[in-house]
């Protein structure tokens, strides 16, 4: 681990660091300078030159790097990533509740719940650990970015594990809401039962025939809106796209979807078609006081497209 961080936070976020290799005593070193090692160790797309010139590089006593400095062995080096002009997602982030140990907002889609690739500083994470004044503040269980509704984070480091472990022993009563085509003939309700691969690299996750059952979820549906109906969906486990593959398993893909049943090229900052999959209600023991607490969010469906 490296030592305490020379540079502040910025948007909520901790500073990036690298260290130069230990020195192999049997070798000369590979590089003549840190400008030098530090164009080879990151991306061709980060201008090494400019941020060296503008001393965005420091060391651990804040110094600034040069770009002619000599290279030395074991050296932490720290700086801020260059962000992207992010436009801002639509639809406000409510805070539904806050304590000492959590806080659970009801977030827009198309929100990342953490800093992630092409979307930092929209992100819940990165917008309220400045509003809240909470830099520490973590969600306990995932949101898809396109998935609006529910999600709680923990407001220090302390109380992370006893709130994730309640997801991971799926201790956590949830509800979910999506938009669908109706499909009248379908008996419900029904519980999807089906085993779900998710594999690195590629967008959709998909069910394997005959192999053990590692995802289930029970549908049913609640309301009509017109050709659509609105339907409650209580997931059982956790798997990555489960409830849009089930649902498009059942032939009812969820309106806005842009990977079910098809991939669909969407831009990056295209708000204007959300996925109508609400994370409607959250319920569970407290770990800490053994209170029961449940929580409801304040959309419904169907969730309105960017104006």
């Keep these: 681990m490296p030592p ?3 540079l502040p936070t910025r948007h909520g ?41 503008e001393g965005r590089f420091v060391h651990a006593d804040g110094s600034a790097v040069l770009a002619e400095e000599p290279y030395r062995p074991h050296t932490f080096v ?30 827009p889609p198309f ?35 396109i998935t609006s509704g529910l999600l709680l984070l923990t407001t220090a ?44 690299g ?26 659509h109906g609105e339907y409650r969906l209580e997931p059982r486990t956790g798997r990555t796209h489960q409830l849009r593959l089930h649902l498009c398993s059942l032939g009812i893909p969820i309106v806005g979807d842009p990977l079910y049943p098809t991939v669909r090229d969407v831009e990056v900052d295209d708000f204007s078609d959300p996925l109508q999959l609400l994370a409607a209600e959250l319920s569970f023991r407290d770990p800490v006081d053994g209170r029961p607490r449940s929580f409801r969010s304040e959309r419904t469906l169907p969730l309105p497209a960017a104006g």
């Excluded at 660091?17 to 990151?42: S, Y």
């Excluded at 500083?121 to 995932?142: F, I, K, M, N, W």
């Excluded at 379908?186 to 594999?199: G, T, Y």
């Design 4 to 6: 305490r961080s020379p």
């Design 13 to 53: 976020l901790a500073a990036a660091w690298l260290r130069t290799p230990d020195r192999d005593p049997a070798a000369a070193p590979r590089w003549r300078t840190f400008g030098g090692w530090l164009v080879e160790r990151l991306p061709a797309e980060v201008d090494v030159a400019a941020m060296l010139a």
């Design 78 to 107: 720290w700086f801020h990533r260059e962000l992207r002009a992010e436009p801002e997602v639509p639809g406000g982030l409510t805070v539904l509740h806050r304590d000492d140990r959590v806080v659970v907002v009801d977030k």
């Design 111 to 145: 929100l990342s719940s953490i800093p992630r690739g092409r979307h930092v500083t929209q992100s819940v994470v990165v917008r309220l650990r400045d509003q809240l004044g909470l830099p520490e503040l973590t969600p306990a269980h995932r949101l898809d970015r």
């Design 157 to 200: 480091r302390r109380w992370r594990g006893p709130y994730q472990s309640l997801f991971e022993q799926r201790a956590v009563g949830k509800v979910y809401r999506a938009l669908a085509p109706l499909r009248t003939d379908l008996a419900e309700p029904v519980l999807v039962r089906s085993h779900i691969r998710k594999q690195r």
């Design 202 to 227: 590629v967008l959709q996750a998909e069910e394997v025939p005959g192999a053990a059952v590692n995802a289930e979820t029970l549908v049913q549906l609640d309301r009509v809106h017109g050709a």
